[in-house]
C-alpha cells in the first residue's frame, strides 16, 4: 500500500505538491459528479456548489480540486455573493497518486531527462495537457448545465503546475475563461518551455480576446533542493517577468503581486482567496 502523502513530503518535493493533498469538501451542499471520458488515462471528479444569494452568476474553476475547492468554499462564504464553484480534482485519497495524475494533465509532452522526480522516486509521465484540456471544457458544460453564468464571468484558477496550464490557456487563445489567476507559476518547466509559448503568442498577434489575468508569486523562494536539474532551472524567469511580457497586450489586463512572507506551499490559500476576489470582482 502506498503511504500517504503528507504536508511535509510534499513540500520537500519543492515542486508545490501541496496543492494537490486530497481534502474532502466540508458541505453537504456540495454535490459530486465523477467523470471517465472516452480515452481518458484515469477518472475525474468534479465539486460543484453555488454560493451566495440571487443575482447575475460568476462562475470559478479550480484545478486541484481535492485541496483549492474547500479553500474557496471558504472564502465565498465569507464573500456572501453569487459564485458556481467548480472543483475538478480526482475520486481518490492517495495524495502520491494524485500527484502521478497531476503531473499528466497540466504539462505538455516532457523529455525524461527534463522531468524532476524526487530521489528513489517514480518516473512521472507527462503529455496529456491537451486531452485535459478537453476534460475542463466538457466540465464547463457538465457545472452549467444548470446555472446560467453571466457573460465574460467565468474564472480559472491554477497553482504550480496547474498555473503553468492556466497560462497555457491563454497562449492557446481558449475562450472558456475571460479571467485566468495563474499562482506561482512553474515557468520552468520543460526547459522553460512557456516562455518559447509566450514568443510563439506575441508573434501572431498575441490576445484574441478581452481577459483580465492575474499572477501571483510567493515571495520566499524555494531553497536549492541539492538537485541541479530543479535548481538551476527554477532560478530563471518565473511568474514576474511573465507578467511583465505581457503587459503591452492591449487585449489583457494583467496584474502581478508579489505574497511577501509566502513560500510556493503557504501562499496557496492566500492565493485562492485572490481567485474567489478576482471572479467576484
Do not use: C
Not at 465539486?47 to 480540486?65: H, K, N, Q, S, V
Request: glycine share 12%; hydrophobic share 45%.
Amino acid at each position: 500500500m502506498t503511504e500517504p502523502l503528507t504536508r511535509r513530503h510534499a513540500l520537500a518535493l519543492g515542486l508545490g505538491l501541496a496543492a494537490s493533498l486530497p481534502l474532502a469538501p466540508a458541505s453537504a451542499q456540495t454535490i459530486t459528479r465523477d467523470l471517465k471520458p472516452a480515452g481518458a488515462p484515469h477518472d475525474y471528479r468534479l465539486f460543484i456548489e453555488r454560493m451566495g444569494g440571487e443575482g447575475p452568476l460568476a462562475a470559478l474553476y479550480l484545478l486541484d480540486g481535492n485541496r483549492t475547492f474547500p479553500l474557496a468554499r471558504e472564502a465565498a462564504l465569507r464573500a456572501d455573493r453569487p459564485l458556481l464553484l467548480v472543483g475538478l480534482g480526482y475520486p481518490v485519497v492517495d495524495g502520491e497518486e494524485i500527484i502521478r495524475r497531476r503531473f499528466l494533465d497540466f504539462t505538455p509532452p516532457t523529455p525524461p531527462e527534463a522531468v524532476p522526480a524526487p530521489p528513489g522516486g517514480p518516473a512521472r509521465e507527462t503529455g496529456g495537457r491537451d486531452f485535459f484540456a478537453g476534460v475542463l471544457a466538457a466540465s464547463v458544460g457538465i457545472a452549467e448545465r444548470d446555472h446560467e453564468v453571466a457573460a465574460g464571468r467565468r474564472t480559472l484558477f491554477g497553482h504550480s503546475l496547474g498555473g503553468h496550464f492556466a497560462l497555457h490557456m491563454v497562449f492557446a487563445h481558449s475562450p472558456l475563461f475571460a479571467r485566468i489567476l495563474s499562482a506561482d507559476p512553474s515557468v520552468w518547466w520543460n526547459d522553460y518551455g512557456l516562455m518559447r509559448e509566450l514568443e510563439a503568442f506575441r508573434k501572431a498577434g498575441g490576445s484574441e480576446m478581452a481577459r483580465r489575468l492575474s499572477i501571483v508569486t510567493a515571495g520566499e523562494r524555494p531553497a536549492p533542493t541539492g538537485r541541479p536539474l530543479l535548481d538551476v532551472r527554477r532560478s530563471g524567469p518565473g511568474g514576474a517577468e511573465m507578467a511583465g511580457a505581457l503587459r503591452d497586450d492591449p487585449a489583457l489586463k494583467v496584474g502581478h503581486e508579489v505574497y511577501a512572507g509566502e513560500t510556493h506551499g503557504s501562499m496557496i490559500p492566500r492565493s485562492v482567496e485572490a481567485a474567489v476576489a478576482l471572479a467576484l470582482t
